[in-house]
């Protein structure tokens, strides 16, 4: 008995001692080397939209088909856009016409000009002489409000026909195909060209093209989501750490990352960023009072604060945006830690490969 009693005393003080021993290493490790099971593939999700309205009358892609950049996902149909097309280009060459009529009424009017000076001079010296002959009292008083009528009349002409070259000159604008309705027939004529292009719509890069709803028939609306795109070189990895356990990670510290996707498998990761906020702290002035959060427990839940990794290469294919991973940090300085976060991170990708 009393060999009995010996052996369940050393193992007791054996499992106490290793229960301290793990707790310890739980509790420093969490500052030094902190591990989540929190991470997840996120990754800039383009909604495409078609930039025209009208029906679809072909789908060049099916769902999550990788593409390239510049290759045509649907077309909507252009034949309107075709008319709009040819209609504002028979408006450009209508104001082109105009504007060489304009050109053609301009020398007139330059005409008109030099014909109302020369008038106006003759009758501007007639009035002058016979002034001079009234002041004799050489002529009659009617003979010289006669040659004053006229110098005005002609006066006026002179007047009225450089008025009119001005406003020709001011619709021709500053010269040939810069008047104000080629202007605007040549801008109508380019936005009909960029509805044309747009009805064909187009992958913005590489990627992979998700939840496709669309099909020949569907009704295109402009500035309306139609499909996600997902660009190839966008995806990430990032991982919501309580706020303790990081608060001394810095841009020294690395990463190893497994999925749950690929058991077994460990990958190193750089850190890109750390977020400097979380939603439920955020407040809005919008006029109501303060919401105060209450807790009634004594141990309340951990904050957590979200990491967000980097890795040159691309993610391997499996992988997902919303991609399940675990996460643990290390620092570069640090070769125990390093081991050890290693250790961990290992036996975190073996248990998800046996779950």
Do not use: C
């Amino acid at each position: 008995m009393q060999s009995a009693e010996h052996k369940f005393r050393h193992w007791m003080r054996l499992l106490i001692v290793l229960f301290i021993a793990v707790f310890a290493y739980v509790v420093i490790a969490d500052r030094a080397v902190p591990m989540t099971t929190e991470g997840r593939v996120q990754g800039y999700v383009v909604q495409v939209a078609p930039q025209v309205s009208g029906p679809v009358v072909h789908v060049w892609v099916r769902n999550n088909q990788k593409v390239r950049a510049g290759d045509v996902l649907f077309e909507i149909d252009p034949q309107k856009y075709r008319l709009a097309k040819t209609r504002a280009q028979l408006q450009l060459d209508a104001a082109l016409e105009k504007e060489q009529t304009l050109y053609a009424q301009k020398e007139v009017a330059k005409a008109n000009i030099a014909q109302a000076q020369a008038s106006y001079t003759n009758a501007h010296r007639e009035y002058l002489r016979l002034q001079k002959l009234s002041h004799q009292h050489v002529i009659s008083q009617s003979a010289f409000d006669q040659a004053r009528a006229q110098n005005q009349v002609t006066l006026a002409a002179l007047s009225s026909a450089r008025q009119n070259l001005r406003s020709i000159e001011a619709q021709l604008g500053a010269g040939v195909g810069q008047s104000t309705a080629v202007q605007l027939a040549k801008n109508s004529l380019a936005q009909a060209e960029l509805d044309l292009i747009h009805t064909q719509v187009r992958a913005p890069s590489r990627g992979v093209v998700t939840n496709l709803q669309v099909d020949v028939g569907t009704m295109a609306k402009a500035n309306v989501a139609m499909l996600s795109f997902v660009p190839e070189h966008s995806l990430w990895v990032a991982a919501d750490f309580r706020e303790k356990s990081v608060a001394q990670v810095n841009g020294r510290y690395h990463a190893y990352v497994t999925f749950d996707a690929l058991p077994g498998e460990v990958f190193s990761y750089d850190i890109a960023s750390q977020d400097f906020g979380v939603a439920v702290a955020q407040q809005t002035a919008n006029g109501a009072l303060t919401k105060v959060e209450s807790n009634n427990r004594w141990v309340r839940d951990a904050q957590r604060i979200r990491v967000n990794l980097s890795q040159k290469q691309m993610l391997p294919a499996p992988l997902f945006v919303g991609s399940r991973a675990t996460v643990v940090l290390y620092p570069d300085n640090g070769g125990l830690w390093s081991w050890l976060a290693r250790i961990q991170i290992g036996l975190a990708s073996w248990f998800h490969y046996i779950y």
